[in-house]
Structures are given as C-alpha cells and as structure tokens.
Antibody, heavy 123, light 110 residues
C-alpha cells in the first residue's frame, strides 16, 4: 500500500529550527519527485520545497535559504529542515508524491498526501 | 494573493450543478500547463479530484468533471450531494513561480 506519513511538527520559538520527516512506503522516494506543501490556519495551500528523483531541489522565494529538503534513501524518508523560523511559517505541513513532469511541461499531480504535521512558531 | 484566482465560495441545493472557476495567466494555464483539482474535506489532507485538466482518478464519481480553455479552468459538480461540502483547490505550473495554487473555494450544500 502506498502511504506517506509526516512527523516532527512542534511548537518552536521565532528564530528557531525544526526538522520534519516524511516516511514513505509502497514506493521508493529515490525514483520519485516529492513535495512539501503547507497550509496556514484557515488559509490555502502553498508549496515550500520539491526534490526531484535526480536529487535536484527547488524552493519558492518565501523559504529559500531558510528551508532545505533532503532524503535518506536507506530509510525511504524525505526531510524538511527549517531554520530561522518566523510566525508566518505556522502551518500544517504536508508531504506528497509528485508524478514527475507531464507532456505539457509542468508537474503532474500530487497523488499521495500524508495527514500533515503542525508547526507552530510562537514565543 | 494567489496566482490562480478562484471564487471564495459557491453554494447549491442538493442535486444542483455548481461550477468553480480558476483563472490564471499566460505564464501558467495560458502557457498550456495542465490544471489539477484537489478536494479537501474538513480536517483532512487534500485529495486529487481531477488531474490533467479533465481526468478522474479511480474512485472519484463521474459527477465531478474538469475543463480548461485559454487562461482558465473549471470544475463542475453535477448532482450536488451533502458529502461534497469541502474546499476545492486548483493547481498548475507557472514558468516563473513553479507550483501555483488557487486560493480555494468553499462549497456549501444548502
């Protein structure tokens, strides 16, 4: 059965750090694209990082140079290292599998999502 | 402010048809990139509802359909049911911003 399970969310002070984990089962993270998407309380969805099967990583400007996505293929797990956290980073963080690029050139859809893990940045 | 624009809310009586628009620009939907739709039931993670503009994953009722034209896309729900109350998000790709989402639309069944 294909599944992704996030963990690591917590209450952290502004300026602090946190590492989230996304454990995958039923497929190898090494040959798939994986994405982190967050949702602030009562708000919409925002992507925060993506890692390609070849290892390339990409970020939007809002988290670039603060967040780092990585993976451990031996544990079949993807990580999100978050540094210099701000109040506006407070959100539920979801991990999902991306089915690569489509023939049209953009990303294909995100087919398997985890249940999410809550990150709260507050003093 | 989301890159893709959706109405904040739509509503309809049981059995009615509702549509949700998703308006983009020439750098995303208008550039030919596919549009995907996600349903988020209260307290749960998003789930893909429509992919590649008009395709349904197995298990999604055929009451849900998608279309795309120019710089916009639409999600239609026919025969609206109480269990369809949820938030719906469109998503595409932008050649300057990468992944882009709509702001989400809340569907209420009257």
């Amino acid at each position: 059965e294909v599944q992704v399970v996030e963990s690591g969310g917590d209450l952290v002070q502004p300026g602090g750090s946190l590492r989230l984990s996304c454990a995958a089962s039923g497929f190898p993270v090494s040959s798939n694209y994986m994405i982190w998407v967050r949702q602030a309380p009562g708000k919409g969805l925002e992507w925060v990082s993506i890692i390609y099967s070849g290892g390339g990583t990409y970020y939007p400007g809002s988290v670039k140079d603060r967040f780092t996505i990585s993976r451990d293929t031996s544990k079949n797990t993807v990580y999100l290292q978050m540094n210099s956290l701000r109040a506006e980073d407070t959100a539920v963080y979801y991990c999902a599998r991306v089915l690569g690029f489509s023939d049209a050139g953009g990303y294909r859809h995100f087919d398997y999502w985890g249940q999410g893990t809550l990150v709260t940045v507050s003093s | 402010q989301s890159v893709l624009t959706q109405p904040p809310s739509v509503s309809g009586a049981p059995g009615q048809r509702v549509t949700i628009s998703c308006t983009g620009s020439i750098s995303n939907i208008g550039a030919g990139y596919d549009v995907h739709w996600y349903q988020q039931l209260p307290g749960t993670a998003p789930k893909v509802l429509i992919y590649d503009n008009n395709n349904r994953p197995s298990g999604v009722p055929d009451r849900f359909s998608g279309s795309k034209s120019g710089t916009s896309a639409s999600l239609a729900i026919t025969g609206l049911q109480a269990e369809d109350e949820a938030h719906y998000y469109c998503q595409s790709y932008d050649y300057t911003l990468s992944v882009v989402f709509g702001g989400g639309t809340r569907v209420t069944v009257l």
